[in-house]
Nanobody
Framework: QVQLVESGGGLVQAGGSLRLSCAAS????????MGWYRQAPGKQRDLVAR???????NYADSVKGRFTISGDSAKSTVYLQMNSLKPEDTAVYYC?????????WGQGTQVTVSS
């Protein structure tokens, strides 16, 4: 069973930066894509950023130009650099790794941005 472990969340003031990391407990083969999602209280879980095994990225409109996703499929790790954070970025952030047959999720890490 593969476990994804996120780290790097915390409390930051508006305008600050955080870097989230996600590592799998063992190598995941046949990765199609890796991504970050977030869920604010009372809201659904939404895509923040995603990177394919070929290196293509896509971002939620709300984070374009502020967040950058990167990853290493061979190491089954994915990162999210978050700059110019806003209070509306406050949420639990989850990493995700998609393979041909499975989708793995981390337990989530809290990001809180104070105004």
């Amino acid at each position: 069973q593969v476990q994804l472990v996120e780290s790097g969340g915390g409390l930051v003031q508006a305008g600050g930066s955080l870097r989230l990391s996600c590592a799998a407990s063992r190598r995941v083969f046949s990765i199609n894509a890796m991504g970050w999602y977030r869920q604010a209280p009372g809201k659904q879980r939404d895509l923040v950023a995603r990177i394919t095994s070929g290196g293509r990225t896509n971002y939620a409109d709300s984070v374009k130009g502020r967040f950058t996703i990167s990853g290493d499929s061979a190491k089954s790790t994915v990162y999210l650099q978050m700059n110019s954070l806003k209070p509306e970025d406050t949420a639990v952030y989850y990493c995700n790794i998609e393979t041909v047959n499975l989708s793995y999720w981390g337990q989530g890490t809290q990001v809180t941005v104070s105004s």
